[in-house]
């Protein structure tokens, strides 16, 4: 089959499942009355009480450890370069938003995912703002870097390794997003843990429809979805914000994910279990009636998360400390 042809039937296939989209839009998304705002977490300033409610932000914040710190900001910057997702949400095959206001399902969703996840980093945002703990200047020129320099998660145009990389992408925001939630509770900042615990419901309701998605898919066509996740897990996921730059550093990704790394907020071997969890929740292993190189991929994807749980084991991560501007150059 020609690169061409297995396109047009992927497009097709994804057109196929707009009607079980658009069945399971209203638990999928949450309707806007019903929607958390940023403004929920956040002092108001109209009142007379702000600058207490300033103050006792300010006062638990100054426990929060450096290198907490360090990875809710390369959290946050990572949610902040929502312009790069949607417009590759939109670029996918079958899924694009033809007029910009479409009615069609995928064009809700693609929409609807889109303003939900635009509030996570409006949080964060005015969260660290008000904290007074981070130079925010530092930070606001990583996420201009960020936008600028894109994001390609080497998936293409192509839906069903969107789908895949969008399934593991939520779940490992959730997990990192609950981790920093932790943490911070942890330190005593407890809104801190509500605001992190609000944001890791979104990514848990948003991995659970794009695994739905390509349940679908897997349904509909098997040996093409059993091709593409082993090709997406060959390619191997990187964060999307993987291109984060603050202009002088240029291993700045590498830097925050080896902080999130050893504080376990992120980690190898939560790599190898949103493997596992895929896996099992798309039935890989039952998978029946494959091509010989569908099977060789049901074969490869089986085993894939025990190795990464042998390299997790082994992996160790004694580095030397390392400064970031977001933090005035301290070190962590
Ligand atoms: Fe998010
Ligand atoms: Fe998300």
């Known amino acids: 089959m020609s690169e061409e042809m297995s396109n047009a039937s992927r497009f097709e296939i994804i057109k196929s499942i707009e009607g079980f989209v658009e069945e399971n839009l209203s638990s999928l998304l949450k309707p806007v009355n019903e929607s958390w705002q940023p403004s929920d977490f956040l002092p108001d300033m109209t009142k007379e009480s702000w600058q207490e409610e300033l103050k006792d932000i300010r006062e638990r914040a100054k426990e929060i450890p450096d290198e907490l710190l360090v990875v809710l900001v390369g959290d ?5 370069a929502l312009p790069s997702y949607q417009a590759w949400l939109n670029r996918l095959e079958g899924i694009a938003d033809e007029t910009g206001a479409s009615s069609s399902a995928w064009a809700k969703w693609s929409r609807g995912w889109t303003s939900e996840e635009n509030r996570h980093g409006d949080l964060l945002n005015k969260y660290l703002y008000l904290t007074g703990r981070v130079d925010m200047r530092a930070v606001e020129v990583t996420v201009h870097h960020l936008i600028n320099s894109g994001f390609d998660p080497k998936t293409g145009n192509d839906p069903y390794l969107g789908f895949i990389y ?22 005593g900042e ?3 843990h509500k605001i992190c615990g609000i944001i890791a419901g979104d990514e848990a309701r948003h991995e659970r429809a794009y695994k ?3 349940a679908k898919v897997f349904e509909a066509d098997p040996v093409q979805a059993i091709l593409s996740f082993s090709k997406m897990m060959k390619l191997k996921v990187t964060m999307p914000a993987n ?3 603050d202009g002088k550093d ?6 925050f994910s080896n902080v999130a790394q050893r504080l376990e907020v992120y980690t190898v071997k939560d790599y190898a279990d949103i493997i596992k969890n895929l896996v099992d929740g798309w039935n890989i292993s039952a998978i029946k009636g494959l091509s010989d190189a569908a099977a060789k991929a049901q074969d490869y994807l089986c085993t894939l998360s025990e190795r990464y749980q042998a390299l997790a084991n082994r992996f160790s991560f004694a580095g030397e400390a390392e400064k970031f501007s977001w933090i005035y150059d301290r070190k962590v």
């Open 76 to 80: 946050m910057v990572t949610e902040e």
């Open 166 to 187: 969008t399934s593991f992408q939520e779940r490992a925001t959730k997990i990192s997003h609950s981790n920093v939630g932790r943490l911070a509770k942890k330190s």
């Open 190 to 192: 407890i809104l801190l």
């Open 212 to 214: 739905l998605f390509m």
């Open 243 to 245: 291109m984060m730059t």
């Open 250 to 255: 240029k291993n700045l990704f590498t830097k």
